[in-house]
Each structure stands twice: as structure tokens, then as C-alpha cells.
């Protein structure tokens, strides 16, 4: 069956390091995004890549980073400029185009110990 | 003030009740999601509409696009039901990208 796995389920991290959480879907989406979700709050963007070999900056993409050399695979690392990483990450897709439906991945809970 | 809003926050009820969350969004929008996420974080897509409404087995999405406002419905609310309901919109001029209401926490007893 096609959909987003994301991996780990669960990832620490020391502070100071960097980390790569994996975000591969088997859908044939052409866009794809990160979405972080902090309690009590909506989900909000990080990055997103509407094709292959490019992306854009969301509303919190300071202290990440993405490729997508891939159609894919869409992998964000979280680096140790993000002073405030311990959340959960989630890995979204989409076919393109406003008027298709997104597929979401299980998610990454991302915690600095 | 959040280009979607959701109440109630947080909503408990008693099995079989019927049960209407509420979106309400301040800007053109190309689409509406409401999703589904349980415990585990997991988000599920329950509905997409950019008008009228859809029906799926005992949920039920509807949205007013001159009022700016959607519900979801649950009929015969079932404990399996609890989960956080998250309203969301394609805000038109920024892209695919999804605006998230904060969501609601919906807590079904038997």
C-alpha cells in the first residue's frame, strides 16, 4: 500500500548536535512538507518542495534544513542553531495543486535531552 | 488572531450524542481539511471540501464559504471517536501549504 514513513518514532538528541528525521513517501507526490507541532498549538510549516531539487522556507524554518534530491524522499535536519527542537515533526505530502488531499506520516517526536 | 479558528477547545460527551465542531477562517481559502489525530500523533485526512458538504459512514463536513465557516459533525458519537479533530485551509495566495486551527479534543465516554 502507498503512504509516508517517517523514521524514528522517536529520536533524542544532546544539545549541540544535529539530526536528520527521514520522510520518504511511495506515492508519486510531487509536493511534499514538515510541519512541527508543539503543544497547545497548531500545527505550523517548516519547509515544503512542490518538485524535485527545490524548496522553500515556511513560517519556522530558522534552524532547519531539507533536500530533495528525490521525488521520494523529503528528509529535514533539525541543527543545533534550533534552540528549541523538543517537539513533534510531521511529514506531509501532496499530489500538487490546491484541490488534492495530503497524506500524513505517523510522526517524529523530537526530544533534546 | 489565527486565519483559523476552532472551538470548542476541548468537548467531552456521553456515547450516541451528537457532537458539531466549528472552524472559522478569516481569508479567501481554496480548500477546507478537517483531519483526524489520535493519540499516537498519527493525522488522518476525514474530509476536503471547497463547498456544500460530504458525508462519510456517521461524520459529516459542512462549510459556508460567504460565512467563512465549516463544522464537522459526529452523529451517534462513539468512544472511538476521541481523538483531536484539527480544522485546516489552502489559504489562497500562499500556496498548497495548510493554515492549522489549533484543534479540538474531542473525549467520548461510555
Known sequence: DGGITQSPKYLFRKEGQNVTLSCEQNLNHD???????????????????????????????????????????????VTSAQKNPTAFYLCASQRGGANYGYTFGSGTRLTVV | KNEVEQSPQNLTAQEGEFITINCSYSVGISALHWLQQHPGGGIVSLFMLSSGKKKHGRLIATINIQEKHSSLHITASHPRDSAVYICAAT????????????????SVSS
Open chain 1, 31 to 77: 509536493a511534499m512538507y514538515w510541519y512541527r507541532q508543539d503543544p497547545g498549538q497548531g500545527l505550523r510549516l517548516i519547509y515544503y518542495s512542490q518538485i524535485v531539487n527545490d524548496f522553500q522556507k515556511g513560517d519556522i524554518a530558522e534552524g532547519y534544513s531539507v533536500s530533495r534530491e528525490k521525488k521520494e524522499s523529503f528528509p529535514l535536519t
Open chain 2, 91 to 106: 489559504i489562497n495566495q500562499a500556496g498548497t501549504a495548510l493554515i492549522f486551527g489549533k484543534g479540538t479534543t474531542l
